[in-house]
């Protein structure tokens, strides 16, 4: 009897350390990676769809069910308060780039915010002001201000539980890499290189970078650039090699009946070309100033190559070109003081350069001017584009006839 008993406290013991060891699943280590990579995609898919496009900005709509799974989710996976999310995103937007910026790199440092980038979070969500002043509009019943919001904590405990149930002690690795990967990939990574690294498409007002053409690993987010400049837009993508896969899943979600697109990046079209510039050619340059300013740079990068090849035999000169060519179609308060010497030399020594950075200038101030008339920006138009095909420059000269078939 004392043995019958003797082991059936053993085989208790050993049942619970086989349980610690392995979960209710038993998975291999490769099974536990593969989960962590799912469940940390999921999470990622709820900041960029549901609190991202569908909150901060209303590029979207989506169905009760959709919306308080991913609610549901954020409050286990990170104990994310949805007014806080929205209310520093829309801050960020507001002021980007300025002293009150929650979290630019350009303001607190990009060592700050690629390490702290959570701590600057923290501090912006305890602002009241903040939150009286961009939260609006966000969930506001019962369940969010008796759970979500007043216990936002003891999801991600409940998330530890679950993790120790499903894997064992291997668990809590699981566990820890989900409470890093938001403060790693959103406060760190997006807040803090995606306005300091990679390539831009448009010359928005900021900072904003792409810092990859496939938005894989942080949803769609990588395209920052892009989103800053339609930040409106369900879709991040605009370039035909572009990939968004937040809004691949925001597709499919709309085929099932679970999201609605409100609003996708403008697309500049275009018609006959009209005799002269007029209103409704304003309208769409105005419109679509940002697209039409990168036709601009395209054609001075294009510009700068031609006349590097002309300089091949002469280094220092090709170097000149090449800061050129990287910097010349940019606005003048986004260039390093550092190069603009070299940026100046290139244009007192290239005056197809200096005329093409000239008229840039020119176009750039048509939507800027607070103070003209729509008609007299109508004539502005006309004369811009009059100079520019009158200029002796072939890329000027086509890029006003295309201007002048654009149509809003």
Known sequence: MIAS???????????????????????????????????????????????????????????????????????????????????????????CEQAEDPHSPHVHGIKTVLLTGAELYRKESKNLETMARYGHGTPNDWIERNLYTRFSWQGVGLMMIIDVALFGAAGLTVWAVQMAWIPI????????????????????????????????????EELHNNHHTYPTSAKLSVKPYEFDIGWMYIRMMEMVGLA???????????????????EKTLEAL????????????REMRAACKREMDVLQACSADVRVMATARRWLHRDDEKVP?????????????????????????????LWSSSHATREQLAVDLQAWCRRAEESGIAALRDFSIQLRSARA
């Open 260 to 278: 609605t697109v409100k609003k996708t990046p403008p697309k500049l079209a275009f018609g006959d070309v009209r005799p002269v510039a007029d």
């Open 286 to 297: 105005i419109a679509h100033r940002y697209e039409v300013m990168a036709g601009y740079a």
């Open 337 to 365: 003081a550092s190069v603009k010497p070299q940026l100046a030399q290139a244009r007192a020594e290239h005056p197809v350069l200096d005329k093409m950075v000239t008229m840039r200038e020119e176009l750039r101030a």
């Open 185 to 220: 990939t959103a406060a760190g990574i997006i807040n803090g290189a995606a306005h300091y690294w990679g390539y831009r498409n448009f010359e928005a007002a900021d900072a904003s970078t792409n810092i990859s053409p496939w938005g894989i690993l942080i949803g769609g």
């Open 5 to 95: 008993d003797t082991l059936t406290m053993s085989d208790l013991w050993f049942g619970v350390v086989q349980f610690l060891s392995d979960g209710l699943t038993g998975a291999s280590w490769w099974q536990i990676i593969l989960a962590t990579l799912a469940l940390t995609h999921v999470t990622i898919a709820g900041v960029t769809i549901y609190l991202h496009r569908h909150q901060a900005h209303r590029s979207l709509d989506l169905h009760p069910i959709a919306s308080h799974f991913f609610r549901f989710w954020m409050w286990l996976t990170t104990g994310q308060v949805t007014k806080e999310w929205a209310a520093i995103h829309r801050k960020h937007h507001a002021k």
